[in-house]
C-alpha cells in the first residue's frame, strides 16, 4: 500500500507556523491522552513502483513502495538508505543531480504548501553530509547540485545553502531575474523581454551566470523564441526555439557556458551533447512482474544485478474509526491488500488504558464500521455477498445478510437506529434508509447526513442546501435558513448531536468554514479556515485543510484545542471518532491511536437515543421487557410505569451502566403492591442520572416526556385443578396445589371444605386437619380471577382420621422424697404439644386419694412407700394417652430404741397366748398385730391376745407386731412361734 510522506518529526517544526493565532481563547488541558502504537505492515506486494533515484559510480540509490535502498556494489547488496530519523523510512522525497558523489534530498511534508527538509546524501558512505534545513526557512529550492542548494527567494533574494558544513553555509548571489540551475561556481538566470502582441509576438532572451560578486551575461537569444525558461546539465545551457511557422519545426537549442558561441539547434526530439550525464544512463528499472535493477554493457546491452523486491512495513492505515464507552472499532487493510477480502475489523476495549485487539471479522466490503452506546454494526463479506454482524454489549447478537448491506452502505448508528446510505453516482441524489437492528425495520427517510437518536438529517430532495430534521415518528421541522448552498463542492451538511447540527461551507469566495447551527433556536457559530470532521456534545472535531494538525472546536465557548498528535496533513488519512468527553483518532505518520479525554466537555444532561420494546403484551402469559441506549453513563435508577392519570403504577429498579446501555429492563404487568394492573396503555419515564453530574435522563428532544408507550391486555383465563398433599389426621398440615392456572399471575384464592360446606376462616392455602374434621371429608376450593373474570375448581376430598401423639414423653418430677415434703411433675417433650394434662399421684402404684395437682405434699402414709406420678394428655383431634413417672421411696425417722416382740400363756388348744412388744423409743403412735400360723396370717386374729382352735393344734403358732408413728418408718417385730397341743 503506497504510503503519503507526512513525518511528524516535520511536521512539529512547521505546526506553530501553521496554527498560530488559532488556539485561543485555549479550552482547558485534556486530563488523560491514552496512546497506542498500531501494529506494523508488511506489504507482499512485488509490483510496485520502483525507480534509480541516484547513481555515482557502483554507488546506486533506488526507491521501491516509498522505501529507499542504497547499493555500494552496483546493486549486488543492499542497505537501508542511512539518514538521520524517519527519513529513512516512508517519505514523499525527491534526490537531486549527483556532484562528487553526494546528492541533495528534497523531502516534502505538504504538498500545498511546500513545507519540508533538505539534507545532504552521500552515495559513496550512505550517510549524511553536513546539516539539514528546513522549507519553511527557504521556501523555495529552484535547483540542487551535490550538497549545493539554490534558493530562489524573489528576484534579489537569491542564495545558494551549502548543506556539507554544520551549520548550513549561505551565500548571497548577486541580483538575477530567475534562479535556473546550479553551476559548479554559481547559478544561471535569465530574462525575457517582449517586444510585440501575439500573433507576431517576438521575444528576447537573456542567459546570465549569477555569482556573489556579480552577474555575467552568457548569451542574448533575439527572435521568436518559445517561452519554456532554460536549463542546463554538464558544461551545457539548453532551451527551445520555435519559429511559430506551420511550414518550420520546433527545434531545442544549447550552447556551451565557457563558450557561449559553441552551440546549435537540432530538431526536436533531435540528440544533445552531454543530455544526461554519463553516470546516469547505467542503471535502469526493468523486469515484467518483479521489479529488477539492470546494468547497461559496453555493447549497449542489459543485464539483471539484482531484484528490486522487499517486503516493505509501515504504519496500519485505519480507514474506518469508531468509538463507544467502553471500546475502540477499527476497519484497516490489515493483510496489506486492496480488495475486501484484505481487509480485518476488529475492537480494543477502553478503560483507564486501550487494551488488547481482539479480531471482529476478517474479509468485508468497503464500509464503515459503526456504534453507539453498546451496540456496533461490523460490516462483513465481500462483493455481492455483503452482510453485517450486530453486536450488543460485547458480543455478537446477530448477522443479518439481507440484499441492503449490498446496496447500503453504513453511515451512523444512534441508539438502535442505523442509518444506511444507498451507493449512487455523484450526479444523484442520496438515497437513505433508517433500520432498526434489533427487528430490521426500516424507514426510507432521503439524502439523510445524520441521525441522533429518532432524529435525522434529511434533505428535501431538490438539492437546494435545505435540509429537516425529521423525527421517525413522523414529525418534522425544516431548519430555518439554508444549511449550503447550491452547486458548493463537497459542502454536505455532516451531522447532527442533539438541537445541533453541524456542516462545511465555502459561503466566503475560496474561505473554508465549520458552521453548527441550533435548529430550534437558529444560533450559528462559524470557525472559518477549518473543515468539520465528527459532531459532538457541545463540541466538534475540526482540521485545518493544509494543516498537519487537528483540533477540538468548544463552540460552547468558543476555545479551540489541539489534538495530541497529528492525524494527517489536510486531512489525509485522519481517522476521527468522538463518544461523550473523548476523541479518538489516528496519528497516521507515526502509526498510533489516539483515545484523548478533554475536561469540561459532553455538557449535556443524558440524552435517550431510542429504546426497543413490545408495544404490547399480556401479562400472565407474557413479561414485558425495554432495552434503553442513551448518550453517556448513568447511575442506577428506576423505571416508572405510569397509568392513564399519570400516577406511578409500577417501580422498577434499573441498575447503574459504563455504556449508556440499559438492557433487559423487565414487568411482570404487576402494580407495586403485586397486582395486576387493569388492561390499558400505560407510559413509562426513566429515572437516573449521568454519573459526570450533568443531570438526570431526558428524551431525544431534550425535554422530560416519557419514553414510550405499551399496551398491557387482558389474557383469557383458564383454570387449573386443585390437588391436596398431606397426612389426612387431625394436626396434620394440609396444603393446597392450585393446579395449572393461565395466566400465570391470575390472583388466586382459597376455601377449604368439610364435607362439601366451607370451614370458617381456613382461606389459605394450606389448612390444619382439627378434630372437627375427623371422620369427615376435607377438600379444598381454588377461585382465580384476572382481567374482570373470575373460576372456580374444587379438589378430591380426603377422610381425616385421628392422630396419635407421635412421642409421648414420661413425666418427670423433681423435690425432696421425704414425709411432709412436696414433690413437681413436669411434662415435656410431647410432640404434638397437647391441648390439656391430668395428673395422678400414685402410692406402690395405686391412685393416692386426692392427689391431682402437678405438686404432692407426701403423707405419713407414703414414708416407706414407693410413690409416683401419672400424665393423661388430650388433644383435640387425637387419642388420649397417658404417660407414668418413675417411683421414688418416701423417706422417714427411724426410732431410736425398738423391743422385741413376745409370746406368754400355755400354747394348748383352748388356752390364750399374749403378745407383747418390748420398749419402743419414741412411743408408738399405733400398735398392730396379726397373728401367725405356720408363718401365715390368721384371718381376723388382729388383737393383742388369741385364743387357741382345734386348726392350730399341733402348728406353730406366732404373733408380728407392726409399730408406727407418723413421720417414723415403721417397724415390724415377729415373736418366736410357739407349737400348740
Same mark, same amino acid.
Given at each position: 500500500?503506497?504510503?503519503?510522506?507526512?513525518?511528524?518529526?516535520?511536521?512539529?517544526?512547521?505546526?506553530?507556523?501553521?496554527?498560530?493565532?488559532?488556539?485561543?481563547?485555549?479550552?482547558?488541558?485534556?486530563?488523560?491522552?491514552?496512546?497506542?502504537?498500531?501494529?506494523?505492515?508488511?506489504?507482499?506486494?512485488?509490483?510496485?513502483?520502483?525507480?534509480?533515484?541516484?547513481?555515482?559510480?557502483?554507488?546506486?540509490?533506488?526507491?521501491?513502495?516509498?522505501?529507499?535502498?542504497?547499493?555500494?556494489?552496483?546493486?549486488?547488496?543492499?542497505?537501508?538508505?542511512?539518514?538521520?530519523?524517519?527519513?529513512?523510512?516512508?517519505?514523499?522525497?525527491?534526490?537531486?543531480?549527483?556532484?562528487?558523489?553526494?546528492?541533495?534530498?528534497?523531502?516534502?511534508?505538504?504538498?500545498?504548501?511546500?513545507?519540508?527538509?533538505?539534507?545532504?546524501?552521500?552515495?559513496?558512505?550512505?550517510?549524511?553530509?553536513?546539516?539539514?534545513?528546513?522549507?519553511?526557512?527557504?521556501?523555495?529550492?529552484?535547483?540542487?547540485?551535490?550538497?549545493?542548494?539554490?534558493?530562489?527567494?524573489?528576484?534579489?533574494?537569491?542564495?545558494?545553502?551549502?548543506?556539507?558544513?554544520?551549520?548550513?553555509?549561505?551565500?548571497?548571489?548577486?541580483?538575477?531575474?530567475?534562479?535556473?540551475?546550479?553551476?559548479?561556481?554559481?547559478?544561471?538566470?535569465?530574462?525575457?523581454?517582449?517586444?510585440?502582441?501575439?500573433?507576431?509576438?517576438?521575444?528576447?532572451?537573456?542567459?546570465?551566470?549569477?555569482?556573489?560578486?556579480?552577474?555575467?551575461?552568457?548569451?542574448?537569444?533575439?527572435?521568436?523564441?518559445?517561452?519554456?525558461?532554460?536549463?542546463?546539465?554538464?558544461?551545457?545551457?539548453?532551451?527551445?526555439?520555435?519559429?511559430?511557422?506551420?511550414?518550420?519545426?520546433?527545434?531545442?537549442?544549447?550552447?556551451?557556458?565557457?563558450?557561449?558561441?559553441?552551440?546549435?539547434?537540432?530538431?526536436?526530439?533531435?540528440?544533445?551533447?552531454?543530455?544526461?550525464?554519463?553516470?546516469?544512463?547505467?542503471?535502469?528499472?526493468?523486469?515484467?512482474?518483479?521489479?529488477?535493477?539492470?546494468?547497461?554493457?559496453?555493447?549497449?546491452?542489459?543485464?539483471?544485478?539484482?531484484?528490486?523486491?522487499?517486503?516493505?512495513?509501515?504504519?496500519?492505515?485505519?480507514?474506518?474509526?469508531?468509538?463507544?464507552?467502553?471500546?475502540?472499532?477499527?476497519?484497516?487493510?490489515?493483510?496489506?491488500?486492496?480488495?475486501?477480502?484484505?481487509?480485518?475489523?476488529?475492537?480494543?476495549?477502553?478503560?483507564?488504558?486501550?487494551?488488547?485487539?481482539?479480531?471482529?471479522?476478517?474479509?468485508?466490503?468497503?464500509?464503515?464500521?459503526?456504534?453507539?452506546?453498546?451496540?456496533?454494526?461490523?460490516?462483513?463479506?465481500?462483493?455481492?455477498?455483503?452482510?453485517?454482524?450486530?453486536?450488543?454489549?460485547?458480543?455478537?447478537?446477530?448477522?443479518?445478510?439481507?440484499?441492503?448491506?449490498?446496496?447500503?452502505?453504513?453511515?451512523?448508528?444512534?441508539?438502535?437506529?442505523?442509518?444506511?446510505?444507498?451507493?449512487?453516482?455523484?450526479?444523484?441524489?442520496?438515497?437513505?434508509?433508517?433500520?432498526?437492528?434489533?427487528?430490521?425495520?426500516?424507514?426510507?427517510?432521503?439524502?439523510?447526513?445524520?441521525?441522533?437518536?429518532?432524529?435525522?438529517?434529511?434533505?428535501?430532495?431538490?438539492?437546494?442546501?435545505?435540509?429537516?430534521?425529521?423525527?421517525?415518528?413522523?414529525?418534522?421541522?425544516?431548519?430555518?435558513?439554508?444549511?449550503?448552498?447550491?452547486?458548493?463542492?463537497?459542502?454536505?451538511?455532516?451531522?447532527?448531536?442533539?438541537?445541533?447540527?453541524?456542516?462545511?461551507?465555502?459561503?466566503?469566495?475560496?474561505?473554508?468554514?465549520?458552521?453548527?447551527?441550533?435548529?430550534?433556536?437558529?444560533?450559528?457559530?462559524?470557525?472559518?479556515?477549518?473543515?468539520?470532521?465528527?459532531?459532538?456534545?457541545?463540541?466538534?472535531?475540526?482540521?485545518?485543510?493544509?494543516?498537519?494538525?487537528?483540533?477540538?472546536?468548544?463552540?460552547?465557548?468558543?476555545?479551540?484545542?489541539?489534538?495530541?498528535?497529528?492525524?494527517?496533513?489536510?486531512?489525509?488519512?485522519?481517522?476521527?471518532?468522538?463518544?461523550?468527553?473523548?476523541?479518538?483518532?489516528?496519528?497516521?505518520?507515526?502509526?498510533?491511536?489516539?483515545?484523548?479525554?478533554?475536561?469540561?466537555?459532553?455538557?449535556?444532561?443524558?440524552?435517550?437515543?431510542?429504546?426497543?420494546?413490545?408495544?404490547?403484551?399480556?401479562?400472565?402469559?407474557?413479561?414485558?421487557?425495554?432495552?434503553?441506549?442513551?448518550?453517556?453513563?448513568?447511575?442506577?435508577?428506576?423505571?416508572?410505569?405510569?397509568?392513564?392519570?399519570?400516577?406511578?403504577?409500577?417501580?422498577?429498579?434499573?441498575?447503574?451502566?459504563?455504556?449508556?446501555?440499559?438492557?433487559?429492563?423487565?414487568?411482570?404487568?404487576?402494580?407495586?403492591?403485586?397486582?395486576?394492573?387493569?388492561?390499558?396503555?400505560?407510559?413509562?419515564?426513566?429515572?437516573?442520572?449521568?454519573?459526570?453530574?450533568?443531570?438526570?435522563?431526558?428524551?431525544?428532544?431534550?425535554?422530560?416526556?416519557?419514553?414510550?408507550?405499551?399496551?398491557?391486555?387482558?389474557?383469557?383465563?383458564?383454570?387449573?385443578?386443585?390437588?391436596?398433599?398431606?397426612?389426612?389426621?387431625?394436626?396434620?398440615?394440609?396444603?393446597?396445589?392450585?393446579?395449572? =392456572?393461565? +395466566?400465570?399471575?391470575?390472583? @388466586?384464592?382459597? /376455601? &377449604? %371444605?368439610? *364435607?362439601? $360446606?366451607?370451614?370458617?376462616? !381456613? #382461606?389459605?392455602?394450606?389448612?390444619?386437619?382439627?378434630?372437627?374434621?375427623?371422620?369427615?371429608?376435607?377438600?379444598?376450593?381454588?377461585?382465580?380471577?384476572?382481567?374482570?373474570?373470575?373460576?372456580?375448581?374444587?379438589?378430591?376430598?380426603?377422610?381425616?382420621?385421628?392422630?396419635?401423639?407421635?412421642?409421648?414423653?414420661?413425666?418427670?418430677?423433681?423435690?425432696?422424697?421425704?414425709?411432709?415434703?412436696?414433690?413437681?411433675?413436669?411434662?415435656?417433650? =410431647?410432640? +404434638?404439644?397437647?391441648?390439656? @394434662?391430668?395428673? /395422678? &399421684? %400414685?402410692? *406402690?402404684? $395405686?391412685?393416692?386419694?386426692? !392427689? #391431682?395437682?402437678?405438686?404432692?405434699?407426701?403423707?405419713?402414709?407414703?414414708?416407706?412407700?414407693?410413690?409416683?406420678?401419672?400424665?393423661?394428655?388430650?388433644?383435640?383431634?387425637?387419642?388420649?394417652?397417658?404417660?407414668?413417672?418413675?417411683?421414688?421411696?418416701?423417706?422417714?425417722?427411724?426410732?431410736?430404741?425398738?423391743?422385741?416382740?413376745?409370746?406368754?400363756?400355755?400354747?394348748?388348744?383352748?388356752?390364750?397366748?399374749?403378745?407383747?412388744?418390748?420398749?419402743?423409743?419414741?412411743?408408738?403412735?399405733?400398735?398392730?398385730?396379726?397373728?401367725?400360723?405356720?408363718?401365715?396370717?390368721?384371718?381376723?386374729?388382729?388383737?393383742?391376745?388369741?385364743?387357741?382352735?382345734?386348726?392350730?393344734?399341733?402348728?406353730?403358732?406366732?404373733?408380728?407386731?407392726?409399730?408406727?408413728?407418723?413421720?417414723?418408718?415403721?417397724?415390724?417385730?415377729?415373736?418366736?412361734?410357739?407349737?400348740?397341743?
Amino acid at each position: 500500500m503506497k504510503r503519503n510522506g507526512v513525518k511528524r518529526g516535520l511536521v512539529c517544526l512547521v505546526a506553530a507556523v501553521l496554527l498560530g493565532g488559532v488556539n485561543s481563547p485555549r479550552a482547558s488541558a485534556a486530563d488523560t491522552d491514552m496512546t497506542i502504537d498500531l501494529p506494523i505492515v508488511v506489504t507482499n506486494d512485488t509490483t510496485g513502483y520502483a525507480e534509480v533515484e541516484a547513481v555515482w559510480g557502483d554507488h546506486v540509490l533506488v526507491a521501491h513502495e516509498g522505501t529507499y535502498r542504497w547499493s555500494g556494489d552496483g546493486g549486488r547488496t543492499w542497505a537501508t538508505i542511512g539518514l538521520p530519523g524517519e527519513l529513512s523510512g516512508v517519505a514523499d522525497c525527491g534526490f537531486s543531480r549527483v556532484s562528487a558523489g553526494v546528492a541533495t534530498t528534497s523531502c516534502m511534508d505538504d504538498p500545498e504548501t511546500g513545507r519540508g527538509q533538505w539534507t545532504a546524501y552521500s552515495l559513496v558512505t550512505n550517510a549524511q553530509v553536513g546539516s539539514s534545513v528546513v522549507r519553511g526557512e527557504y521556501p523555495k529550492g529552484t535547483d540542487a547540485l551535490g550538497a549545493r542548494l539554490l534558493v530562489d527567494g524573489g528576484h534579489d533574494d537569491d542564495k545558494i545553502v551549502d548543506l556539507s558544513t554544520t551549520p548550513a553555509t549561505v551565500t548571497a548571489l548577486a541580483p538575477g531575474e530567475h534562479g535556473l540551475r546550479l553551476t559548479d561556481d554559481g547559478a544561471l538566470s535569465y530574462k525575457y523581454d517582449v517586444f510585440t502582441e501575439f500573433p507576431t509576438l517576438t521575444w528576447t532572451l537573456t542567459i546570465s551566470k549569477v555569482t556573489a560578486s556579480g552577474s555575467t551575461t552568457l548569451k542574448v537569444i533575439t527572435g521568436l523564441a518559445y517561452d519554456a525558461p532554460p536549463s542546463a546539465s554538464g558544461d551545457y545551457v539548453y532551451y527551445s526555439h520555435d519559429y511559430r511557422d506551420d511550414s518550420d519545426p520546433f527545434y531545442r537549442c544549447y550552447f556551451h557556458i565557457s563558450d557561449p558561441d559553441n552551440g546549435g539547434c537540432v530538431e526536436a526530439g533531435g540528440a544533445l551533447p552531454e543530455a544526461d550525464p554519463p553516470a546516469d544512463g547505467r542503471f535502469r528499472v526493468g523486469g515484467e512482474t518483479v521489479p529488477t535493477l539492470e546494468r547497461k554493457n559496453s555493447d549497449g546491452t542489459w543485464t539483471t544485478v539484482s531484484t528490486l523486491y522487499w517486503a516493505v512495513d509501515f504504519p496500519l492505515s485505519v480507514e474506518s474509526l469508531s468509538l463507544t464507552p467502553a471500546a475502540v472499532l477499527g476497519w484497516d487493510h490489515r493483510q496489506g491488500g486492496y480488495t475486501p477480502s484484505d481487509t480485518i475489523s476488529w475492537m480494543r476495549p477502553v478503560g483507564s488504558s486501550i487494551g488488547a485487539e481482539s479480531t471482529l471479522a476478517t474479509g468485508g466490503p468497503d464500509a464503515r464500521i459503526v456504534t453507539s452506546a453498546a451496540r456496533w454494526v461490523v460490516p462483513t463479506g465481500g462483493g455481492s455477498n455483503v452482510a453485517a454482524d450486530v453486536y450488543d454489549e460485547g458480543s455478537k447478537v446477530g448477522s443479518d445478510s439481507g440484499h441492503h448491506y449490498a446496496e447500503y452502505s453504513p453511515l451512523q448508528l444512534s441508539g438502535p437506529n442505523l442509518l444506511l446510505g444507498y451507493r449512487m453516482s455523484e450526479t444523484d441524489d442520496r438515497q437513505t434508509v433508517v433500520e432498526n437492528v434489533e427487528d430490521g425495520s426500516q424507514i426510507s427517510v432521503p439524502d439523510a447526513s445524520g441521525i441522533f437518536g429518532s432524529l435525522v438529517l434529511a434533505g428535501t430532495g431538490d438539492r437546494s442546501g435545505t435540509y429537516r430534521v425529521q423525527d421517525l415518528s413522523g414529525a418534522s421541522s425544516t431548519i430555518s435558513g439554508k444549511l449550503t448552498d447550491p452547486g458548493d463542492d463537497g459542502n454536505d451538511a455532516v451531522g447532527i448531536w442533539g438541537d445541533w447540527v453541524a456542516f462545511t461551507t465555502y459561503r466566503v469566495a475560496g474561505t473554508q468554514a465549520a458552521v453548527v447551527r441550533n435548529y430550534r433556536t437558529g444560533a450559528e457559530k462559524t470557525l472559518s479556515g477549518y473543515a468539520l470532521r465528527a459532531l459532538g456534545d457541545g463540541y466538534a472535531v475540526v482540521a485545518h485543510p493544509y494543516s498537519p494538525w487537528a483540533s477540538v472546536w468548544d463552540f460552547t465557548t468558543g476555545a479551540t484545542i489541539p489534538l495530541a498528535g497529528p492525524p494527517g496533513i489536510g486531512g489525509i488519512d485522519f481517522m476521527v471518532a468522538v463518544d461523550g468527553d473523548r476523541v479518538a483518532f489516528i496519528e497516521s505518520a507515526a502509526g498510533k491511536l489516539h483515545v484523548q479525554t478533554f475536561d469540561g466537555l459532553a455538557r449535556s444532561a443524558p440524552r435517550s437515543l431510542g429504546v426497543v420494546a413490545a408495544h404490547s403484551f399480556t401479562p400472565g402469559s407474557q413479561s414485558w421487557t425495554v432495552d434503553v441506549d442513551l448518550t453517556k453513563p448513568v447511575a442506577a435508577g428506576q423505571l416508572n410505569i405510569l397509568n392513564s392519570a399519570g400516577a406511578v403504577a409500577r417501580t422498577i429498579a434499573v441498575p447503574a451502566t459504563a455504556t449508556g446501555s440499559l438492557r433487559a429492563i423487565t414487568w411482570d404487568g404487576k402494580d407495586n403492591s403485586g397486582s395486576l394492573v387493569p388492561p390499558g396503555t400505560y407510559s413509562y419515564t426513566l429515572t437516573s442520572s449521568a454519573t459526570d453530574g450533568t443531570g438526570p435522563v431526558v428524551a431525544v428532544d431534550g425535554t422530560a416526556r416519557a419514553l414510550g408507550t405499551v399496551e398491557v391486555k387482558a389474557a383469557p383465563l383458564t383454570a387449573g385443578i386443585p390437588v391436596i398433599s398431606g397426612t389426612a389426621t387431625t394436626g396434620s398440615i394440609l396444603t393446597a396445589s392450585p393446579g395449572s =392456572w393461565s +395466566p400465570t399471575n391470575a390472583t @388466586l384464592t382459597y /376455601q &377449604w %371444605l368439610r *364435607d362439601g $360446606q366451607p370451614i370458617s376462616g !381456613a #382461606t389459605g392455602a394450606s389448612y390444619v386437619a382439627t378434630a372437627a374434621d375427623s371422620a369427615h371429608d376435607v377438600s379444598v376450593r381454588v377461585t382465580g380471577s384476572y382481567g374482570g373474570a373470575t373460576e372456580s375448581r374444587t379438589s378430591p376430598a380426603v377422610r381425616v382420621v385421628t392422630a396419635s401423639f407421635a412421642t409421648a414423653a414420661a413425666p418427670t418430677t423433681s423435690g425432696t422424697w421425704f414425709y411432709g415434703k412436696t414433690v413437681t411433675a413436669s411434662a415435656a417433650g =410431647w410432640s +404434638p404439644v397437647p391441648d390439656s @394434662l391430668a395428673w /395422678q &399421684w %400414685l402410692r *406402690d402404684g $395405686q391412685p393416692i386419694n386426692g !392427689a #391431682t395437682g402437678v405438686s404432692y405434699t407426701l403423707a405419713a402414709e407414703d414414708v416407706g412407700r414407693l410413690v409416683s406420678v401419672r400424665v393423661t394428655a388430650a388433644k383435640a383431634g387425637y387419642a388420649t394417652t397417658q404417660a407414668f413417672s418413675a417411683g421414688h421411696s418416701v423417706g422417714g425417722t427411724k426410732f431410736t430404741k425398738t423391743g422385741a416382740a413376745k409370746l406368754s400363756g400355755t400354747a394348748k388348744v383352748g388356752k390364750t397366748l399374749t403378745g407383747k412388744l418390748g420398749k419402743f423409743s419414741p412411743k408408738p403412735a399405733r400398735i398392730a398385730y396379726q397373728w401367725l400360723r405356720n408363718g401365715q396370717p390368721i384371718s381376723g386374729a388382729t388383737r393383742s391376745k388369741y385364743k387357741l382352735v382345734k386348726v392350730d393344734k399341733g402348728k406353730k403358732v406366732a404373733v408380728r407386731i407392726t409399730v408406727s408413728k407418723p413421720g417414723y418408718y415403721p417397724v415390724v417385730k415377729a415373736s418366736s412361734a410357739k407349737k400348740v397341743k
